[in-house]
């Protein structure tokens, strides 16, 4: 079945260093949702994207997705502590519309 | 809009009994879902209704797994006769068909323990 493989697993990084975080489906992907999940919280959604090579940002996160449709990146410039969480990339099942495939998510850790 | 709720937001319970959780989802939300999440895992999708009909199922669920949404409002996910490996925290997540990017809005958890 369709698998989300997200890398790294974690990430330590002094504040005002980069980010990123890449996602990969073993299938193609209809579209790909980024979620943010502070510890001890529950997902938040952060974006949708669902063309073939659409980059969106969001301040100083930056989310591509790929040509193929079948990878995905997460960029965050000039991390700051509020950056803290984990992040899920999650793409919808091959034979589903519904369902949420999500990756195992990447663990970043800000340090001042 | 007051959010997801769930209820409880903890269970600690004995193996073999029976639990059930409840998620109220957005009032205006038609769709819901019910995921499971493991420690340094993502989220894993266990069922998913439009309304009050229940429209996919995990193939990973077993029988002992069963949710109802009997008014396309607030659902219940019921677990019998729990085992340990059960333990997890239970998520419900509700979304609006005709809205923006099928964007779930997820609620705080029901964490399980089972002893």
């Known amino acids: 079945g369709q698998q989300v493989m997200q890398i790294p697993q974690y990430q330590h990084v002094q504040e005002g260093e980069d980010f990123t975080t890449y996602c990969n489906s073993s299938?193609?992907?209809?579209?790909i949702q980024w979620y943010k999940q502070r510890p001890g919280g529950h997902p938040v959604f952060l974006i949708q994207l669902v063309k073939s090579g659409e980059v969106k940002k969001q301040k100083r996160l930056t989310f591509q997705f790929g040509e193929a449709k079948k990878n995905s990146s997460l960029h965050i410039t000039a991390t700051q502590t509020t950056d803290v969480g984990t992040y899920f990339c999650a793409g919808h099942r091959s034979n589903s519309g519904y369902a949420l495939n999500f990756g195992k998510g990447t663990s970043l850790l800000v340090t001042p | 809009d007051t959010g997801v709720s769930q209820n409880p937001r903890h269970k600690i319970t004995k193996r073999g009994q029976n639990v059930t959780f409840r998620c109220d989802p957005i009032?205006?939300?038609?769709?819901l879902y019910w995921y499971r999440q493991t420690l340094g895992q993502g989220p894993e999708f266990l069922t998913y209704f439009q309304n009050e009909a229940q429209l996919e199922k995990s193939r990973l669920l077993s029988d002992r797994f069963s949710a109802e949404r009997p008014k396309g409002s607030f659902s219940t996910l019921e677990i019998q006769r729990t085992e340990q490996g059960d333990s997890a925290m239970y998520l419900c997540?509700?979304?609006?068909?005709?809205?923006?990017?099928?964007?779930?809005?997820f609620g705080p958890g029901t964490r399980l323990t089972v002893l």
């Open positions: 299938t193609t992907l209809s579209n």
């Open positions: 997540a509700s979304s609006h068909r005709d809205k923006r990017a099928n964007e779930q809005f």
């Open positions: 009032s205006e939300h038609n769709r």
